[in-house]
T-cell receptor, first 112, second 116 residues
Framework: KQEVTQIPAALSVPEGENLVLNCSFTDSAIYNLQWFRQDPGKGLTSLLL?????REQTSGRLNASLDKSSGRSTLYIAASQPGDSATYLCAGGETGANNLFFGTGTRLTVIP | GAVVSQHPSRVICKSGTSVKIECRSLDFQATTMFWYRQFPKKSLMLMATSNEGSKATYEQGVEKDKFLINHASLTLSTLTVTSAHPEDSSFYIC????????????FGPGTRLTVL
């Protein structure tokens, strides 16, 4: 069974700083890797989806990478803004199945 | 777009009552929907996979008689928490996969259940 870990659990950065969020998974036979954003009490917003055949995906100030051999994914946020403050979750999709295995998330606070 | 809605967004009920939560795909048909539960400061956990026209598949440790799932149409799945207890208080989120599309899951906004 896939196990997904996110470190650190919380991160505070000043506005404008670039930052990296880390996600590690145990099963390299991962089908895809998704990054989500969750605002307090809200549902999830999908940010980026990386298929197992891809190395990275970019959307605006966000860039996500996937290294299956090392079992790691990173989410890079450039020029952080206070509006980026949220909990970021990564989730690994299992080959041949549709369910996702979620990490516990990293709570990001961007200080104005 | 691919919009998923949930109703209600928030519900408070007394212990012992049953609560129904609806998950709808508004602009696409979804043959498969998923139900997740998130306790405070915990990760999302998959509860069950709901396939249109067939019985739901429950994850280990999830009581199927307590969490009744019905996926009667290609745009609607319901989760009924029967005889709710305070320990069932949680954030319930559904997601849906577009029929014939890639495996991207589109998530609903979630339902906050509080059982008194």
């Amino acid at each position: 069974k896939q196990e997904v870990t996110q470190i650190p659990a919380a991160l505070s950065v000043p506005e404008g700083e670039n930052l990296v969020l880390n996600c590690s998974f145990t099963d390299s036979a991962i089908y895809n890797l998704q990054w989500f954003r969750q605002d307090p009490g809200k549902g999830l917003t999908s940010l980026l989806l990386i298929q197992s055949s891809q190395r990275e995906q970019t959307s605006g100030r966000l860039n996500a990478s996937l290294d299956k051999s090392s079992g790691r994914s990173t989410l890079y946020i450039a020029a952080s803004q206070p509006g980026d403050s949220a909990t970021y979750l990564c989730a690994g999709g299992e080959t041949g199945a549709n369910n996702l295995f979620f990490g516990t998330g990293t709570r990001l606070t961007v200080i104005p | 777009g691919a919009v998923v809605s949930q109703h209600p967004s928030r519900v408070i009920c007394k212990s012992g009552t049953s609560v129904k939560i609806e998950c709808r795909s508004l602009d696409f048909q979804a043959t498969t929907m998923f139900w997740y539960r998130q306790f405070p400061k915990k990760s999302l956990m998959l509860m069950a996979t709901s396939n249109e026209g067939s019985k739901a598949t429950y994850e280990q440790g999830v009581e199927k008689d307590k969490f009744l799932i019905n996926h009667a149409s290609l745009t609607l799945s319901t989760l009924t928490v029967t005889s709710a207890h305070p320990e069932d208080s949680s954030f319930y989120i559904c997601s849906a996969i577009r029929a014939g599309g890639p495996d991207t899951q589109y998530f609903g906004p979630g339902t906050r259940l509080t059982v008194l």
